[in-house]
């Protein structure tokens, strides 16, 4: 295949998503390819407790065979117990267990490493070929958690269009990425540093903004490229006393020296292995945002493959970790107090990615600060989810057995 080949390809499939009938979550006559794979940096996968079990989150798919004519593929890396899938299976209104059963084929590469699901299907040929060979190839889609040039090389193999973002669109959802997104709509986000590679010179960017702001005492480090807010780590300058020493040079060495007592929420974390993820992926520092009532709502929205963004849910955001930064839940919808300033800024946020043609689904993190005088709430951004998200799964379960609208 000569070079761009596979680029050039992927392309003219995603096309078909605009010239047929998208694909939908209701639509009855199609095959449906669900590949649960976390292509994203398996360092970063390896500090969520029961990452395997992540897989598990895109069962949801499962509710779709409720549609008589609907075909599904579902891949894992290790097999699924049956009644796991009888479990699902037994959900759908008015359809006999055995008629779903048959329009569902269940595969697995029995394969529990580390590896992304998609590289160890791209490995398999045989696979593949099984894959093809169960499907409608003009009726078919795929969809998995993100996109990376490894769904893009799947698709391809395939010969189906993947429901999702071309990978060269990823930088968008990194940390650097949001804040230049949010920069361009004018969406209110915390301060902060460039992307940097080196923690010398990330050090003197954060030394730039503490002389402005000395107030600012404590600082959020972000892996460009972190997962889950396992990637992030706190930074507190009071015990480093920049104010007592004499020139920048001085306050810089003392931020580097800060960095390796920084508080990682990660556990098992050390700012060796951070710094390794640093040079390779970048990091930048935000301001930590204090505030005696503070929340963590996030949005969800769908970018449909002609353009047309829809905000579909609102969540507040369940934190844990030593400083509340790693996701562990969610409950629907957020408050109302903020709800309809998340509607806006999660629509804006769309329009932009759809401007650069992004599509499917994507996430916007904030955080929400109550004014103790004013009763009035400050919302904030924080980032942006170019995938699907820990809110997905519950908000599409929700909806597939309801049948119900936001």
């Not at 006559?29 to 407790?49: A, C, G, N, Y």
């Not at 590679?197 to 404590?218: F, I, K, M, S, T």
């Not at 480090?221 to 020139?247: C, H, I, M, R, Y």
Request: glycine share 8%.
């Amino acid at each position: 295949m000569k070079p761009g080949g596979v680029e050039d390809q992927f392309y003219r499939l995603q096309a078909k998503l605009g010239e047929r009938q998208a694909p939908g979550w209701d639509q009855g006559d199609q095959d449906i390819v669900v590949v649960p794979s976390l292509s994203v940096d398996q360092r970063e996968l390896l500090k969520i407790s029961g990452f395997l079990h992540y897989e598990e989150r895109q069962l949801f798919h499962l509710i779709q065979l409720r549609q008589p004519r609907t075909r599904l593929v579902y891949i894992t890396s290790t097999p699924l117990h049956p009644s796991i899938i009888e479990y699902y299976l037994q959900l759908l209104p008015g359809i006999p267990f055995s008629h779903a059963r048959d329009r569902l084929l269940v595969l697995s590469v029995y394969d529990a490493s580390p590896s992304p699901l998609t590289q160890k299907i791209l490995e398999r040929p045989r696979l593949i070929e099984q894959i093809r060979q169960a499907i409608r190839p003009e009726r078919a889609w795929l969809t998995a958690y993100n996109a990376t040039d490894l769904e893009q090389t799947l698709s391809v193999a395939l010969g189906i269009p993947f429901l999702g973002p071309a990978a060269a669109l990823q930088c968008w959802g990194t940390k650097r990425g949001s804040r230049q997104i949010f920069a361009e709509c004018g969406i209110p986000h915390p301060v902060g540093t460039e992307l940097y590679h080196d923690p010398g010179l990330l050090a003197e960017a954060l030394v730039d903004l503490w002389q402005q702001a000395p107030h600012l005492r404590r600082w959020v480090v972000k892996l460009n490229a972190g997962f889950s807010g396992e990637g992030n780590a706190l930074l507190d300058l009071d015990p480093l006393q920049l104010d007592s020493l004499d020139t920048p040079t001085q306050q810089v060495q003392a931020v580097l020296q800060g960095f390796t007592q920084m508080r990682f929420q990660a556990p098992g974390e050390t700012w060796l292995g951070f710094c390794t993820l640093m040079a390779e992926m970048g990091a930048l520092a935000e301001r930590f945002l204090e505030g005696d009532e503070k929340r963590s709502p996030s949005v969800q929205g769908l970018i449909h493959p002609g353009g047309r963004v829809e905000v579909l849910s609102t969540h507040e955001q369940i934190l844990g970790g030593p400083d509340g930064q790693v996701y562990l839940g969610c409950r629907f919808p957020a408050d109302a107090a903020y709800r309809a300033t998340l509607h806006t800024l999660g629509l804006q946020v769309g329009e932009a990615l759809a401007r650069r043609g992004a599509i499917e689904r994507y996430g916007v993190d904030f955080l929400v600060r109550r004014d103790p005088d004013s009763q009035t709430w400050d919302v904030q951004a924080l980032e942006i989810n170019l995938r699907q998200g820990g809110t997905t799964h519950p908000l599409m379960t929700l909806k597939l057995l309801t049948n119900g609208q936001y």
